[in-house]
């Protein structure tokens, strides 16, 4: 855990509880006198067939012989899933996301599993659509990319299931940038503590999640417009002007500080000298002409400049 964000020690779901541990014998002591008291307490016995530990591959051998010793939990060298999630290190793998074929046949979900599992599903939908006789599949008289568009085109609607992936992977992006999150706090503290999400790259030793969103961010960020209200907006980083990034207009990159809009501002209009001195020359007018009316309590909204509502949907993206 990074020491300036928040601080996980286990994530809980009904019965389903995850306790993340750093293996030291101490640690190991008082999660197990938790756990006894609880048991004391509550008269609710843990399941001892369902209980595992998980360990990265990297990790030492005498790690794990301490926690069998201290927890006689059985370690799991095979996959496992939480609230029906694969939970796994390093890139995505077919054989991960199987139980998925499986479960789509009764619920299909949205996930983000790779390619080949993705087509899987499609081909599912495709023949619960046309239907069967029996036991063979009917003749597919269209393909699910030409029953994938609108109506007034020729299609029925339906979505193809990668572009259904990706607009949840969108939707990762937007969330993280918008709204406060547990999960956001900590992937923040762990690769912005010093920088903006938005000037942050993909770099060897990053989580594949961590990828993901690298490799989405910009799609995305190119249709959100940040509405001031109280000047909280990164100056250089948000597109509140709505021409991007200021950043992008200039090389300079010690520049790029933590300014917000409101540092900008002195006595609720611009503060001219500092605007003409710090900002790229060919957005000083654009700047000087913007209209700003803070409100105090108030955060800045992001909006979604592909949807009227101005709020990201699924369904839109």
Known sequence: MEERGPQINHLGFADDII??????????????????????????????TKRHFF??????????DRIRKYTSFQQKDTLISYLGCPLFFGRPKNIY???????????????????????????????????????????????????SFPYEEGGIGVKLMKDVCQAFQFKQWWVFRTKQTLWGEFLKAKYCQRSNPISKKWDTGDSQAWRLMMRNKQRVENHILWKIRSGSSSFWWDNWLGVG?????TSNSNRFNNDKVTNFIEDGQWNIGKVIQLAPQEQVHNILSFQIQLQQGQQDQAVWTLNSKGIFSVSFA
Request: glycine letters at 4%.
């Open 19 to 48: 306790i993340f541990t750093s293996g030291r014998r101490q640690s190991l002591k008082l999660i197990m006198h938790a756990l006894d008291t609880y048991e004391r307490i509550s008269g609710q016995l843990i399941n001892k």
């Open 97 to 147: 996301f199987s139980d998925i074929i499986n479960k789509v046949v009764n619920k299909i979900t949205a996930t983000s599993p790779p390619s080949t599992i993705t087509m899987q599903i499609q081909q599912i939908m495709a023949d619960f659509l046309w239907g069967w006789r029996n036991d063979k599949r009917k003749y597919h008289w269209s393909s699910w990319k030409n029953l």
């Open 245 to 249: 990034p200021l950043a992008q207009f």
């Open 55 to 64: 360990l990265h591959s990297n990790a030492f051998r005498t790690t794990c």
